[in-house]
């Protein structure tokens, strides 16, 4: 049966702020049924994730687009892939049932059509409300997951000499990884970890696609196979992934942007003074409750009341303000800072970067997890003082969270913990019905959401 499927999509590349008569609405449609042995799945999308790093897939160029496999260019009247949760309405894999309930790389749009069911994961349990999902406890594409599976379908398609040319360069790029996992310790069962999530889709590939288009993985990279086979004949291992696909129901969580950029890249001590911007965002406040947690002092800065009340009020920060109404940021952060920050976790770039810097303690360490105030004004650049940087050995580190997928089960483990103990609270902002998406990506350049920010495409 064919259905109408209205998706978003780009008008124009985006340029500066992005404002909702950039995106639009378009009619496509979908048939709700699946080839049989194609192991595809075919969802109809509940909760859809709207994030800032899309402004970046959505300009003509940045250098984001070639930094990294899923943050690609977006094309006018193309459909935007983004993280969501769903229901199956038709499944050719044996993996997903119709009613199944399921997380994954879906898209702004009302139907998604994932082939081979890649990176869809169900979600068995009704612990959280299933919003958290897509938030707090958002699904994470790692960057190795999805290179290594784009590299097996470039192969797949290319022929000839572009052929060879696709199978050296994905050589190249997998073969380090086979020295690189030798002595790692596999997770397997109950959790995954950074070992799982690069041996796991080798295993969908070796196991599924044995020889392809003339090409065995097996034949080029025998030394990651034999570990995959090895992997697989782990008892915690076969338990639970009696087929590699079953690796789905395993893969990830996020928020772990939050915890992986607090603790690893920040590296804490208790007592510490933390400063995070963006503070009420689906990353900052997050920040911000682990930190308080872990025993720290923290201020976060917003841009308006309703958002500094609510980290003061309800999250717990020791201090909060708004910055829209400092005129001279360095001088307000020696105010809430009188002793210095020792780290600062910035997800806004720019001048406050700046400010911040200026007033950080010796060894202080600043997470760049993000620079939305530069995203949409390319022309705004500003540099911290570099003798600062030098004279009080500051360290200042961008970070992505997929780079961390080894802290990957104590992230799940900690925030549910936090969770099911009422210590931390999740921050979401819904708005209602497909239509709404150009606003609410929108309204995250102005600041109009507080907490993650998700639209509800259809009922729960
Ligand atoms: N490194 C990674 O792996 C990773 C992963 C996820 C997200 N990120 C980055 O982390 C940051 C936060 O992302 P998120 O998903 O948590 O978004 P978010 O904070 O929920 O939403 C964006 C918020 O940023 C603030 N903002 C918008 N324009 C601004 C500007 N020009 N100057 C200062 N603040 C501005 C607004 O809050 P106010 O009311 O406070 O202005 C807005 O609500 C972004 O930079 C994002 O790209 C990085």
């Not at 915890?259 to 009420?280: L, T």
């Not at 400010?355 to 911290?384: H, L």
Request: proline share 3%.
């Amino acid at each position: 049966m064919e259905v109408e499927n209205r998706f978003i999509t780009i008008k124009e590349y985006v340029q500066g702020s992005p404002s909702e008569s950039d995106l639009e609405v378009r009619n496509g449609s979908v048939v709700l049924k699946v080839v049989e042995g194609s192991n595809d799945v075919v969802v109809k999308n509940i909760y859809v994730s709207i994030d800032p790093y899309q402004i970046n897939r959505m300009k003509k160029l940045s250098s984001s687009q070639s930094a990294i496999n899923f943050a690609t260019r977006l094309l006018p009247g193309q459909g935007i892939d983004a993280y969501g949760i769903g229901k199956v309405v038709a499944s050719a894999n044996p993996d997903f049932e119709k009613d199944d309930i399921v997380v994954g790389l879906l898209g702004w749009e009302e139907y998604s059509v994932v082939r081979s069911a890649f990176f869809l994961r169900k979600i068995d349990s009704t612990e959280f409300p299933l919003s958290y999902h897509a938030g707090l406890l958002e699904l994470y594409v790692t960057v190795f997951y999805t290179h290594i599976i784009e590299c097996r379908s470039q192969i797949w398609k290319s022929k000839g000499e572009a052929q060879e040319a696709v199978k050296k360069e994905s050589i190249d790029s997998l073969k380090p990884l086979e020295g690189e996992l030798e002595d790692k310790p596999f997770y397997g069962g109950k959790s995954l970890g950074y070992v799982d999530v690069v041996l796991v889709p080798f295993a969908c590939w070796f196991y599924t696609y044995e020889t392809d288009n003339n090409f065995s993985i097996e034949n080029e990279c025998p030394k990651l196979i034999a570990l995959v086979k090895r992997y697989m004949q782990k008892e915690s291992v076969s338990k639970v992934l009696p087929n590699p696909h079953k690796v789905y129901d395993f893969v990830g969580l996020s928020g772990l942007t939050a915890y992986a950029g607090f603790y690893n890249v920040c590296k804490p001590k208790k007592g510490e003074k933390v400063f995070v911007s963006a503070a009420s965002g689906s990353v900052g406040n997050v920040v911000g409750q682990l930190a308080k947690l872990f025993g720290c002092y923290v201020v976060g800065c917003a841009g308006s009341k309703k958002k500094v009340d609510l980290l003061k009020d309800k999250l717990g920060f020791d201090d909060a303000f708004n910055y829209k109404e400092e005129s001279d940021l360095k001088s307000t952060l020696k105010r809430y800072f009188p002793e210095g920050i020792d780290i600062y976790f910035d997800n806004v770039g720019a001048e406050m970067q700046e400010a911040a810097v200026a007033n950080m303690n010796a060894f202080g360490r600043v997470a760049v997890c993000g620079v939305i105030s530069e995203y949409t004004d390319q022309a705004k650049r500003f540099a911290p003082d570099m003798l600062d940087v030098v004279y009080k050995r500051i360290t200042i580190q961008g970070f992505l969270a997929a780079d961390y997928m080894h802290v990957f089960p104590d992230f799940i483990s900690t925030t549910s913990d936090h969770l099911r103990q009422g210590q931390m609270h999740a921050l979401e902002d819904i708005s209602e019905g497909l239509e709404s998406i150009p606003s609410a990506f929108a309204g995250l350049f102005r600041g109009d959401n507080v907490g993650k920010k998700l639209v509800r495409v259809s009922e729960d």
